[in-house]
Structures are given as structure tokens and as C-alpha cells.
């Protein structure tokens, strides 16, 4: 059987040309070589697998290279066939993760003053460099403040803040990118060609997904697909060498999910997923995308209906994907919202809330007693807000109750789509017309708020009293209800929003 390093190690670019990616860090290298500006140390900072070693290699046999410094080693010469077999005297890899260098570093301390054998440069490669001992940063940094003119410091590393400050100064870094999905599809293509294997493109897409912008990752993931299905690549082998549930199994589980079948959901994740031993992230996310692209299709062929229902479902998984994630026990959480998203009332029926709204004006009236005691309005504010009453039912009682308080109140995720957003922004445009008739500027906040911003408010005591106040209004409770997405976000003083 053969290696899974091996396509990884057969098809590691050997000249600046064959690098995909990282194009800015290749043309900034190149320039360095042209104008003859080479810096003493360089810092390549980024994931694992996007190509910092197979970079930094290429950039030893750029200044090694007979014809070097040359922006295109010829790979053929003795040097350059040297450093490719990693047997080149004057290219000398570490990998500080190995043993933290201590040893290599004091070596490196002794043997840096010493003139290149063979080559015109003398190249360190230290690889996860932010793993070496605080003696071995001390050791480095003294050869770094005065390096001799022909020494070149390699620097990669997945952790660049975990490297003293004193080591970075002196470093020219470059941050590399995870790959792009079409980057890492078509070095998977060209590979596929070069070995003659053959392929369906949605199986190295799949392949590329799971390898999130590693290529490291998805060329070892392509030669396991490889092993597995013995010469032709397709979707289905292709899950099945991953551990994917199958296409249809997701297929499936997501029309229950849509139509509300509970007891089918529950027995496909049963049989089909768990007691098959799938992992429910990888789940998750196969679900993710097929969501994904049943919204962008459905988007595209202007089915409003069901763009609203995937876009609700999408939504929904991107949190459980979240969730799980950190949650001792995933599958019971999945199980759980699973349960949630079949039986709780459809989300999206705005036409529910509004009738909803609309026949509750006796609300309205409570909520007018309730809240008038604690800061009686103007009449000014009275007026308009009668004028809002009799021009906007549904959006006029809901804002109503907001203000009759004193305060105005944001209420975010309680849009399930941008479709009822836009509608509900007209309503709101309209009655911050009306506002402004009476010398009122209304504001509805739909931005979104960061989540540092909603500590800081619960920090905030006097704001997180009037939020309890808030929460414990009958019609706010009611529209929280119909929307267990949303939180209240914010609750600011009329007087202030309203002047
Ligand atoms: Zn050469």
C-alpha cells in the first residue's frame, strides 16, 4: 500500500512557477532575488500545509542555484539536486518542534561564522521556530543582531505570536493564506492528470472542503480516496473513503427536516448516522452544504418560498455546527435541535404575526397602563403615537408599546429573511416619516451588534434592569415567542433616541 506522504512529496512545487497560491509572497521573494535585496531573516507565518517549507526550499535554491541568486533555479544543476534530496551542506533544515533546538541552536551558534561549502549562502530553515527554548531565542537573537552577510534565516512557523519580539524586529514576515477552494480543486486536478487517475470535479471539491485550505491536508486526503476506490474518483466513493454519510442519507434528512417529519429525521440520524459511528460535525456540515446550495438554487431560480425555508434551515445548522463543536455531548445536542426545528410554529409566518398583532389591541391597551405610570409621555409623544396607532396596525401597536414606555427597543434575528426585512424597513421608513412630522427622529437598529458590544451591555446595570423591565412586557414576551431566534439587543431611553 502506498504511503500517504507520497502524492504530497511527488507533487511538492520545485520552482516558484509551480507555486499555487501565495502569490504574494512568491512575487516579493522574486523581487528580493532581482534586486539583489536579501534580507537576513524571514518569517513565513501561516496554517499548517499551505506551503512555507516547499517556499522557503525553493528560496534556498533561488541563492544556491550555480546560476544564483536567480529568480528560477535551474533544478538541475548539483546544488539544486542537492538541496531537493535535502543532502546540500549549506541548506540546513530544523524542525524546532522536535526537540525545542536546543542542541541544533548551540550548533547553529558555533558553525554560523563559518563560510558556505559549496554554496554563496548559508540557509537556516527552522520549522515551528516558536517552539525553541527561551536559551535557544537568546542563542538565535545574538547571531541575528550581527549575522554574518552570507546567512539567510528561514523562519516558518503556525504560532507567529508565540515568538518574542525581539526575534520578529528582525524578521521580514510574510503571512500565508489558507488555499482557496478553486485553489486547492485545480492543484488536486492537475495532480489527478499527472497520475492518471480519473475524476468527477464535485469528489475533489468535497476533498478540498474537508482539507480547509491545507494542501498538505487535501493531497493526503486525494491519495486515501485513491487507495480507496482504486483508480476512479467519484462523489459517492469519495464520502464513503472519508467517512461521509452518504449523499442521499443528507438528501433525506433534510426534506424530514423541512417538512417537519420528526420521527423520520430521529430515525434517519439514528440508523444512518450515530449507530454507524459518523462523526455529527462532519454530518453537520455535509448538511451545511447541501442547505447552502439548495438556497443559492432556489435563490437563483426565484422560488421565494424555498429560499426562505433553506435560508431558515442554513441559519439553524450554521449554529448547531457551532455548538457542537465545544459541546461535551454533540449528539444529544443535535438530537435536540433537531427535535426544536421540526415542532416549534414555522418561523418564518410573518402574516401569522401581523393577524396576531392586529387582534390584540387589548394588549396594547395593558400595556399603555402598565407602562404609563413610570414616565408619562408628552402629549406631543401621545399624538403621534395615536397617529401611528390609526395609520399602522400591526407595526404601529408593536412600536407603540415600545414607546409608550419610554423606550425604544431593538430586537435582533427577529427578521428570519432579508424578503420580510425589506418589508418591514419600508413600514419603518414610513413611520419615521411620520415621526419626523412631529419633530421625532425614530430609529430602528437592524445591525447586527458583536457580541462584545452585548457584554458590555449586560454589564451596564441600570440598562440591564430596564432589559428585564422590557422582557417582562406581555407583547414583547409574545414576540420573543414567535421568534426564539431573537434577543433583545439593546434598550435605549426615548429620550435620547427620540429628540
Ligand atoms: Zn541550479
Sequence with gaps: MRNYQVIARRWRP????????????????????????????YLFSGPRGVGKTSIARIFAKALNCVNGPTEEPCLTCPNCVEIDKGVFPDVIEMDAASNRGIDEIRELR???RLF??????KVYIIDEVHMLTEQAFNALLKTLEEPPHFVVF????TSARKIPNTILSRCVRFDFK??????????LASICNNEGVEYEGRALEIIAKVAEGSLRDAEMLLEQVIAYSGGRIDEANTREALGMVDALVVEEFVKAVLSRDLRYSLDLLDNYVIRRGYDIGTFTMGLLDYVRNGLKKS???????????????????????????????????FEAEIVRLTTLPPLENISKLMKLVESDVDILQEVSKVESGEKPPTSKLQDFLNELKGKYSWMGVIENALIVDSNSITIKGAVLSDIYRDMIRKKLKEMMEVASNYGFTLIFDESG???KELERLQEEK??????????ENPLVKRILALFPEATIVDVKNSKRRIS
Design 14 to 41: 520545485k520552482s516558484f512557477n509551480e507555486v499555487v497560491g501565495q502569490k504574494h509572497v512568491v512575487e516579493t521573494l522574486r523581487r528580493a532575488i532581482k534586486t539583489g535585496k536579501i534580507a537576513h531573516a
Design 178 to 187: 489558507p488555499l482557496t477552494l478553486d485553489e486547492a480543486v485545480s492543484i
Design 462 to 471: 441600570p440598562k440591564l434592569s430596564l432589559r428585564e423591565q422590557v422582557r
Design 116 to 121: 558556505p561549502i559549496k554554496g554563496k549562502y
Design 299 to 333: 435563490g437563483l431560480e426565484g422560488k421565494v418560498e424555498d429560499a426562505v425555508k433553506f435560508y431558515t434551515l442554513f441559519r439553524a445548522f450554521v449554529k448547531i455546527a457551532e455548538e457542537i463543536r465545544r459541546h461535551p455531548y454533540p449528539e444529544m445536542l
Design 110 to 112: 558555533d558553525n554560523v
Design 154 to 157: 528561514l523562519f516558518a512557523t
Design 449 to 451: 451588534v458583536e457580541s
